[in-house]
């Protein structure tokens, strides 16, 4: 006769995510990250624009900015 196996129990891993941080010291935004607004703004909402410079000037990159923002006030 063949013994059962016994259920092993896994443990689950959550992998947190991180809270987002600014990557950068506050600063004005660069000639680059001004024209990458403009383009991006064809695509979003005034609101939505507007949060991400406040953000970029915080020093978050342009990714995160537009991630909270997308959060915040929405496409």
Do not use: W
């Amino acid at each position: 006769m063949k013994k059962a196996k016994k259920a092993v129990k896994k443990k689950e891993v959550k992998i947190s995510k991180p809270d987002m941080k600014p990557l950068y010291k506050k600063k004005e935004l660069t000639t680059m990250e001004k024209e990458t607004l403009k383009s991006h703004s064809k695509h979003h909402t005034k609101k939505h624009i507007e949060e991400m410079k406040k953000d970029m000037k915080k020093g978050f990159c342009f990714q995160q900015a537009h991630n909270r923002a997308i959060k915040k006030v929405g496409k």
